[in-house]
């Protein structure tokens, strides 16, 4: 069945409730908020745990949900719809994120209550068209969560080591174009890991 009700506030509009702090804080949303957006991730590899990222015209956001089997429910392209109801916006590593507010932490939706708060369409059409970046000077805050492409880049120890080492998440440098480097973050946990 389709969602009945309508989104009321953008992911941008969202977004600006929080200010990132210096350590890991939250800022509370406005009673009867509900948002949405195609969803951009799946934690069918691995590499994504108990979190779906959401995007709009507008922004992107994590929602933290604590289950960690979430892509048989949730796929690439579908529209989800988010009753924010006693939910707050806060962050981890300055990444905001939608949760809930547990000993000083921000805490996922119980897999219990995901029918209270998110709601799927029940058609799953195309994702949004990834952004694209060619140099880490291309990147700002307003691009966090968004699917983007990296264009014209490689890397740094190419050909000589795999996405991950074994045991822990593992960090690798990509080169852009122009020399700038980004960061891919890639868990131990994910099926591509040893690629």
Not at 18 to 31: A, K, L
Not at 134 to 146: G, P, T, V
Not at 151 to 161: R, S, V, W, Y
């Amino acid at each position: 069945l389709r969602y009945t009700g309508e989104a009321n506030m953008t992911i941008e509009d969202l977004l600006a409730l929080h200010q990132v702090g210096s350590v890991d804080s939250y800022s509370e949303i406005p009673e009867g908020t509900i948002i949405t957006g195609v969803i951009t991730s799946s934690d069918q590899e691995g590499n994504c745990y108990k979190y779906l990222t959401i995007q709009d015209e507008t922004g992107a956001i994590m929602i933290k949900v604590d289950d960690s089997e979430l892509y048989p429910r949730y796929r690439i392209g579908q529209r989800l719809y988010v009753e924010c109801r006693d939910m707050v916006i806060g962050d981890y590593r300055k990444n905001k994120q939608l949760g809930f507010w547990v000993d000083g932490s921000i805490s996922g939706i119980p897999s219990s209550r995901e029918a209270m708060y998110l709601y799927r369409d029940d058609v799953c059409g195309a994702e949004p068209e990834a952004l694209v970046i060619s140099s880490k000077n291309d990147i700002d805050e307003s691009m966090y969560n968004r699917l983007v492409k990296l264009e014209g880049c490689h890397f740094e120890e190419g050909g000589t080591a795999t996405y991950c080492d074994p045991g822990a998440a593992t960090s690798r440098n990509i080169v852009m174009s122009d020399n700038t480097q980004i960061v891919l973050r890639t868990s131990n946990y994910a099926t591509f890991a040893n690629r």
